[in-house]
């Protein structure tokens, strides 16, 4: 199966470097040349030779851009595969637009550039056993897959697409308050990022709930407590989950 990308942007490329070894072909308005042939990408001239010459087209542009492309390329897509990362348009509003073309809507997160991206797939009827393998190969060989519900897209966005940004944000303000205590701020960020990977393994492996494993580090009158109590009192929680409320509504609008 031969992968084509429309758009080479942060994600495509991301992609691309994970895919490296897989026959891949590519269009790109950006200034993509030298990271598509390091990657030995074969560079098209247009969005519909991508969609004449490739099997899967990946669309990884813009969702402004979106209805002049599927315009270009509707004539090419019989019978192929057209994998969305467009948080806001739908299986049907595809399906409209690619009348003859099999339609899944793909949610990876920036985390594929270290092979560990969480990815969310939601495939149309038309998809045979075979098809679902192979899409959904193209997103195992660089993390974790999750087929769910079309309605469910928005609330993946917000606890996963989205979640790098609240992850670094957390970094960032947990290596501030170490700097404020006297830590050196490279050596910070490192020993926040290593504890916060360490614990996200924790909860991924152990069976116990997660609220165990933090009633566990929480010693009576200790540390730990002192500072959940904080961040109770200072709205943690709720923060969190105001946070992907705002996603959610956005992706539906």
């Given at each position: 199966?031969?992968?084509?990308?429309?758009?080479?942007?942060?994600?495509?490329?991301?992609?691309?470097?994970?895919?490296?070894?897989?026959?891949m072909?590519?269009?790109?308005?950006?200034?993509?040349?030298?990271?598509?042939?390091k990657?030995?990408?074969?560079?098209?001239?247009?969005?519909?030779?991508?969609?004449?010459?490739?099997?899967?087209?990946?669309?990884?542009?813009k969702?402004?851009?979106?209805?002049?492309?599927?315009?270009i390329?509707?004539?090419?897509?019989?019978?192929?595969?057209?994998?969305?990362?467009?948080?806001?348009?739908?299986?049907?509003?595809?399906q409209?637009?690619?009348?003859?073309?099999?339609?899944?809507?793909?949610?990876?997160?920036?985390?594929?550039?270290?092979?560990?991206?969480?990815?969310?797939?939601?495939?149309?009827?038309?998809?045979?056993d075979?098809?679902?393998?192979?899409?959904a190969?193209i997103?195992?060989?660089?993390?974790?897959?999750?087929?769910?519900?079309?309605?469910?897209?928005?609330?993946?966005?917000?606890?996963?697409?989205?979640?790098?940004?609240?992850?670094?944000?957390?970094i960032?303000?947990?290596?501030?308050?170490?700097?404020?205590?006297?830590?050196?701020?490279?050596?910070?960020?490192?020993?926040?990022s290593?504890?916060?990977?360490?614990?996200?393994?924790?909860?991924?492996?152990?069976d116990?709930?997660?609220?165990?494993?933090?009633?566990?580090?929480?010693?009576?009158?200790?540390?730990?407590?002192?500072?959940?109590?904080?961040?109770?009192?200072?709205?943690?929680?709720?923060?969190?989950?105001?946070a992907?409320?705002?996603?959610?509504?956005?992706?539906?609008s």
């Amino acid at each position: 199966m031969k992968l084509g990308f429309i758009g080479v942007g942060n994600m495509a490329s991301a992609m691309i470097s994970a895919l490296f070894g897989q026959k891949m072909c590519a269009f790109s308005k950006g200034k993509n040349s030298e990271f598509l042939s390091k990657n030995s990408v074969c560079i098209l001239d247009s969005e519909k030779e991508v969609a004449k010459n490739a099997d899967i087209v990946i669309l990884a542009v813009k969702p402004k851009d979106y209805n002049a492309i599927l315009d270009i390329i509707k004539d090419e897509m019989s019978g192929k595969i057209l994998v969305s990362l467009a948080p806001n348009f739908s299986i049907t509003q595809l399906q409209n637009a690619l009348k003859n073309a099999k339609i899944v809507r793909a949610m990876p997160n920036t985390p594929a550039l270290v092979k560990s991206a969480t990815t969310a797939l939601c495939f149309d009827k038309n998809f045979s056993d075979l098809d679902r393998q192979n899409v959904a190969g193209i997103f195992k060989s660089f993390g974790e897959v999750f087929e769910i519900k079309e309605s469910e897209f928005g609330a993946f966005v917000g606890i996963a697409g989205s979640l790098p940004a609240y992850a670094f944000m957390f970094i960032e303000a947990l290596a501030d308050a170490a700097v404020l205590n006297g830590l050196n701020r490279k050596m910070a960020y490192k020993i926040a990022s290593n504890a916060l990977l360490g614990s996200a393994k924790m909860a991924l492996t152990s069976d116990k709930h997660v609220a165990m494993l933090k009633d566990e580090v929480c010693s009576p009158s200790g540390t730990t407590i002192e500072a959940v109590a904080s961040l109770e009192k200072n709205g943690f929680r709720s923060a969190v989950i105001e946070a992907v409320n705002a996603c959610v509504a956005k992706c539906k609008s």
